[in-house]
C-alpha cells in the first residue's frame, strides 16, 4: 500500500496518486515471460497496459500524470510497444526475473515523464 507518491525508477516528476492509498499488485508475467510471447501477444499486452494506464485517474493518479502518458503514447502503435520492450529485454537479461508492470512502465514512459 503507498500513502505518499510512487517513485518508479523513471518517474521524474510530480505525478502521483494524491492521498488514496493504492495497491499495486505485481504483473503476470516476470520478464522472462513476457520475452517468450509471440510479437501479437506481447503487444496486445503492452497495449492494454496503456489503456489500464490511462484510465488510472480513477483511483487518483492525478490528471497531469494521465496528460504526461497520453503525450508519450499518442503516436506510439503496437509494433512500436512490441520493438521497444523486446530491445529493453535484449539489452537487460539481468531483468528477467522483474515483474512485468515495471519493466512495461520503464520501457514505454521513461523518457516522455522526463519534464513532468
Avoid at 17 to 34: D, Y
Avoid at 65 to 94: G, M, S
Wanted: hydrophobic share 35%; charged share 15%.
Amino acid at each position: 500500500m503507498f500513502g505518499v507518491p510512487l517513485n518508479c525508477p523513471a518517474q521524474q516528476g510530480p505525478c502521483t496518486a494524491g492521498t488514496s492509498i493504492v495497491s499495486v499488485t505485481p504483473g503476470f508475467f516476470s520478464g522472462a515471460e513476457l520475452n517468450s510471447l509471440n510479437d501479437d501477444e506481447l503487444g496486445m499486452y503492452a497495449m492494454g497496459y496503456v489503456d489500464a494506464l490511462q484510465a488510472a485517474t480513477m483511483i487518483g493518479v492525478t490528471e497531469n500524470c494521465r496528460r504526461a502518458l497520453q503525450t508519450c503514447v499518442v503516436q506510439q502503435n503496437r509494433t512500436d510497444f512490441t520493438k521497444a520492450i523486446r530491445k529493453y529485454l535484449r539489452e537487460n537479461p539481468n531483468r528477467w526475473d522483474e515483474r512485468s508492470n515495471g519493466i512495461l512502465y520503464n520501457v514505454l514512459f521513461s523518457q516522455c515523464l522526463r519534464g513532468y
